[in-house]
């Protein structure tokens, strides 16, 4: 192993540290011996490399696959694009062998050839709610799509730059249910994902997304190579996204949609009763308050009873597919099978979920009422439907049968493992964790998706440091003198401290806000009486705004969540991360309220076990934005005054890194200026 780290490390150009060496000493353990291992390692640590060189080595050595789990799209270009290429041709001759790896993503996220070539369904249109001028712009990006799909090699819509909108892409892709399979399609032998599939299949370790593993656990079908190791690297952000997909969804336009689809497939007075259960279904939403439901109405109960019960008719109405049916005539009721089904799973989920008693419920319902923008709604009003925890689903899908390394910058959250292993329904270790640690995991043990009992689950957290002497680099600055947040924007205060902050840093601050609404705020009312540039999320894309931020050192940056967590701006750019306020989940998070009510009632603390620990996680991320570079020094500046003077505000610090503390604005202010000066070369007057 040590042999083939350093070459690891020496086909990119690196030094070897220690925190690399003892997490790839771990990692070969954890394979070896069956174990889980949680692995926190900060940046610059090199943790790709430490968990890629043991895991290739295992895959080579047994002949298996290895899949890696990401939860961005950057992680998994840099693992495809730029380091797997270097192992494999600095590993393959020490290995003997040629290493084979692969991307694979979900079905909906590469080309239909079939789709391209026929057209969406008729039935799919339906009235349209766009505008002339918007219909032009999908009609140009659809055009372009097609010119793409004669010209691309993956048919990976990531590749495609810059991308379309979902409307545009729904155009040229399809889910697996509405898929034809590859034996039936006309395009089956050069079927993008077929592909994708097929290299996956052939391949010592195949990268892949948070979501597409949680369709291979949730689904009844294989979806990922067979593998006896997982690793799943930002791993702080897997309960999410696995309860993104877990998350089931149902308007009065997926009921219209689906009757549209099986109209001329079966008889007109089925199709009839289903399009009168859309019109019933859509009006009662509509008088329906938004927010979560933890009481079923008789009236919409009824309804989705009907909504049920008229799509199952329709699929009986469909009858069995037909093997010698027209390519043409079998992607149309496939799709409206699709939808049928979905549309039945969907409103059964919903019923069940209001059976329980409220203590032992396993999923949460709430309604989203539409957001209307110039006058009209920009999507119908709908239920949704999620699990409340999903310890329960990743311990039996994931923890019993395989090896799972989990891995990222934060995962310690008040100095333990515990809050987030317990999340992911890991059992609690025997570590010497604070008061405030353990009773943000107190309560998570058994939680609503958990049932039966537990099987035995072994794994160890191993906290590997990092390279950065955070002390001595940065700065952890709590704004004690400034009043409590309120809830009606950015008070005067905050307006005034954050100016006097940037105008000391010279620009180059990140600013992070709870909100979009007060990250416009404050860029609207400062943008004037900067002496530098700044830039808000939503004046351009992204990723445009990120790059002109890192190539302009005076320009500073607004914005939220994507930001909190999205951006790598090393060098004096960033010398200044700014938060609003300790961001703490919204009191009406229909899933938040519904997991910290249900922890409550087994016992926990409910705002420990989950807006504390959100709050934790999302300050960690936010502070590690600072340090990206060896030579980095900087401010994390956070404007609310709880951190300093909450019970709680002790488990928020220990999750953040160690920098040196202070809540003297004066003492902040002539570390940037000094920092502006550094930077600049220029002498301080």
Request: proline letters at 5%; one cysteine or more.
């Given at each position: 192993?040590?042999?083939?780290?350093?070459?690891?490390?020496?086909?990119?150009?690196?030094?070897?540290?220690?925190?690399?060496?003892?997490?790839?000493?771990?990692?070969?353990?954890?394979?070896?011996?069956?174990?889980?291992?949680?692995?926190?390692?900060?940046?610059?640590?090199?943790?790709?490399?430490?968990?890629?060189?043991?895991?290739?080595?295992?895959?080579?050595?047994?002949?298996?696959?290895?899949?890696?789990?990401?939860?961005?799209?950057?992680?998994?270009?840099?693992?495809?694009?730029?380091?797997?290429?270097?192992?494999?041709?600095?590993?393959?001759?020490?290995?003997?062998?040629?290493?084979?790896?692969?991307?694979?993503?979900?079905?909906?996220?590469?080309?239909?050839?079939?789709?391209?070539?026929?057209?969406?369904?008729?039935?799919?249109?339906?009235?349209?709610?766009?505008?002339?001028?918007?219909?032009?712009?999908?009609?140009?990006?659809?055009?372009?799509?097609?010119?793409?799909?004669?010209?691309?090699?993956?048919?990976?819509?990531?590749?495609?730059?810059?991308?379309?909108?979902?409307?545009?892409?729904?155009?040229?892709?399809?889910?697996?249910?509405?898929?034809?399979?590859?034996?039936?399609?006309?395009?089956?032998?050069?079927?993008?994902?077929?592909?994708?599939?097929?290299?996956?299949?052939?391949?010592?370790?195949?990268?892949?997304?948070?979501?597409?593993?949680?369709?291979?656990?949730?689904?009844?079908?294989?979806?990922?190579?067979?593998?006896?190791?997982?690793?799943?690297?930002?791993?702080?952000?897997?309960?999410?996204?696995?309860?993104?997909?877990?998350?089931?969804?149902?308007?009065?336009?997926?009921?219209?949609?689906?009757?549209?689809?099986?109209?001329?497939?079966?008889?007109?007075?089925?199709?009839?009763?289903?399009?009168?259960?859309?019109?019933?279904?859509?009006?009662?939403?509509?008088?329906?308050?938004?927010?979560?439901?933890?009481?079923?109405?008789?009236?919409?109960?009824?309804?989705?009873?009907?909504?049920?019960?008229?799509?199952?008719?329709?699929?009986?109405?469909?009858?069995?597919?037909?093997?010698?049916?027209?390519?043409?005539?079998?992607?149309?009721?496939?799709?409206?099978?699709?939808?049928?089904?979905?549309?039945?799973?969907?409103?059964?989920?919903?019923?069940?979920?209001?059976?329980?008693?409220?203590?032992?419920?396993?999923?949460?319902?709430?309604?989203?009422?539409?957001?209307?923008?110039?006058?009209?709604?920009?999507?119908?009003?709908?239920?949704?439907?999620?699990?409340?925890?999903?310890?329960?689903?990743?311990?039996?899908?994931?923890?019993?049968?395989?090896?799972?390394?989990?891995?990222?910058?934060?995962?310690?959250?008040?100095?333990?493992?515990?809050?987030?292993?317990?999340?992911?329904?890991?059992?609690?270790?025997?570590?010497?964790?604070?008061?405030?640690?353990?009773?943000?995991?107190?309560?998570?043990?058994?939680?609503?998706?958990?049932?039966?009992?537990?099987?035995?689950?072994?794994?160890?957290g191993l906290d590997v440091g990092s390279p950065f002497d955070h002390p001595k680099a940065g700065i952890l600055y709590v704004a004690r003198h400034l009043p409590q947040p309120g809830r009606d924007g950015l008070a005067d205060a905050y307006l005034t401290e954050i100016t006097e902050l940037i105008e000391s840093a010279g620009g180059r601050t990140l600013g992070l806000f709870s909100s979009m609404r007060a990250a416009r705020q404050a860029a609207d009312e400062l943008k004037d009486h900067l002496s530098h540039p700044l830039l808000c999320q939503g004046d351009d894309s992204t990723s445009l705004l990120v790059k002109q931020f890192a190539e302009d050192e005076r320009t500073s940056l607004f914005g939220t969540l994507s930001l909190w967590q999205g951006v790598d701006v090393?060098?004096?750019?960033?010398?200044?991360?700014?938060?609003?306020?300790?961001?703490?989940?919204?009191?009406?998070?229909?899933?938040?309220?519904?997991?910290?009510?249900?922890?409550?009632?087994?016992?926990?603390?409910?705002?420990?076990?989950?807006?504390?620990?959100?709050?934790?996680?999302?300050?960690?991320?936010?502070?590690?934005?600072?340090?990206?570079?060896?030579?980095?020094?900087?401010?994390?500046?956070?404007?609310?005054?709880?951190?300093?003077?909450?019970?709680?505000?002790?488990?928020?610090?220990?999750?953040?890194?160690?920098?040196?503390?202070?809540?003297?604005?004066?003492?902040?202010?002539?570390?940037?200026?000094?920092?502006?000066?550094?930077?600049?070369?220029?002498?301080?007057?």
């Amino acid at each position: 192993m040590a042999t083939l780290l350093a070459a690891a490390v020496s086909s990119i150009g690196g030094a070897e540290r220690p925190g690399q060496v003892t997490m790839a000493q771990a990692v070969e353990k954890a394979i070896a011996s069956g174990e889980h291992v949680a692995a926190q390692a900060g940046t610059g640590t090199g943790k790709s490399l430490a968990y890629l060189v043991p895991a290739i080595r295992h895959a080579v050595e047994k002949q298996t696959t290895v899949v890696v789990s990401t939860a961005t799209i950057a992680l998994q270009r840099q693992l495809v694009d730029r380091d797997l290429p270097r192992l494999a041709e600095a590993l393959g001759p020490l290995l003997g062998t040629e290493l084979k790896f692969a991307i694979l993503k979900g079905r909906r996220n590469y080309l239909c050839l079939h789709r391209v070539q026929t057209g969406v369904p008729e039935e799919d249109e339906g009235p349209s709610l766009f505008d002339p001028q918007q219909l032009s712009n999908l009609g140009r990006q659809v055009k372009r799509l097609n010119e793409w799909a004669e010209e691309t090699k993956t048919g990976d819509r990531d590749e495609l730059v810059p991308g379309v909108s979902e409307q545009a892409w729904r155009q040229v892709a399809v889910t697996a249910r509405e898929c034809l399979g590859a034996q039936r399609c006309p395009h089956g032998t050069q079927c993008f994902s077929e592909l994708a599939r097929a290299e996956a299949g052939e391949a010592h370790i195949v990268v892949t997304n948070h979501a597409l593993l949680a369709i291979d656990a949730l689904e009844e079908f294989q979806v990922l190579p067979e593998h006896d190791v997982v690793v799943v690297d930002e791993a702080h952000e897997l309960v999410d996204r696995v309860t993104s997909v877990a998350t089931g969804d149902l308007s009065a336009a997926a009921v219209e949609t689906a009757a549209r689809r099986c109209g001329r497939l079966i008889e007109e007075s089925t199709a009839d009763r289903l399009k009168e259960a859309a019109e019933g279904l859509g009006l009662l939403l509509e008088d329906s308050q938004a927010g979560r439901m933890d009481v079923l109405s008789p009236a919409l109960g009824n309804t989705l009873a009907v909504v049920r019960d008229v799509a199952h008719a329709c699929v009986t109405a469909l009858g069995p597919e037909k093997k010698d049916a027209d390519p043409g005539d079998m992607a149309a009721r496939k799709a409206a099978r699709s939808s049928l089904e979905e549309l039945h799973d969907t409103a059964v989920r919903v019923l069940d979920a209001f059976k329980p008693e409220m203590a032992e419920r396993f999923d949460v319902v709430w309604l989203e009422k539409p957001f209307v923008q110039d006058g009209r709604p920009r999507r119908p009003p709908a239920l949704h439907v999620a699990p409340i925890g999903v310890g329960g689903l990743l311990r039996t899908t994931l923890f019993e049968r395989r090896t799972a390394i989990l891995t990222s910058a934060t995962l310690t959250l008040g100095g333990s493992f515990e809050p987030l292993a317990r999340q992911w329904g890991l059992p609690s270790l025997a570590e010497n964790s604070s008061k405030d640690a353990r009773t943000a995991a107190e309560g998570l043990a058994r939680t609503a998706t958990e049932k039966g009992e537990e099987s035995e689950v072994v794994w160890s957290g191993l906290d590997v440091g990092s390279p950065f002497d955070h002390p001595k680099a940065g700065i952890l600055y709590v704004a004690r003198h400034l009043p409590q947040p309120g809830r009606d924007g950015l008070a005067d205060a905050y307006l005034t401290e954050i100016t006097e902050l940037i105008e000391s840093a010279g620009g180059r601050t990140l600013g992070l806000f709870s909100s979009m609404r007060a990250a416009r705020q404050a860029a609207d009312e400062l943008k004037d009486h900067l002496s530098h540039p700044l830039l808000c999320q939503g004046d351009d894309s992204t990723s445009l705004l990120v790059k002109q931020f890192a190539e302009d050192e005076r320009t500073s940056l607004f914005g939220t969540l994507s930001l909190w967590q999205g951006v790598d701006v090393p060098g004096p750019s960033l010398q200044l991360v700014i938060m609003d306020r300790i961001p703490f989940p919204r009191p009406d998070d229909p899933v938040s309220s519904a997991r910290s009510r249900a922890v409550a009632a087994r016992g926990g603390n409910g705002f420990m076990a989950v807006a504390a620990t959100h709050a934790a996680l999302l300050l960690a991320q936010g502070a590690g934005r600072l340090l990206r570079s060896m030579d980095d020094r900087g401010v994390v500046a956070v404007l609310d005054p709880r951190l300093a003077t909450a019970r709680y505000g002790g488990f928020l610090k220990n999750t953040l890194p160690p920098f040196w503390a202070t809540t003297d604005p004066d003492v902040v202010r002539g570390a940037l200026r000094r920092l502006d000066a550094a930077a600049t070369d220029q002498p301080q007057s």
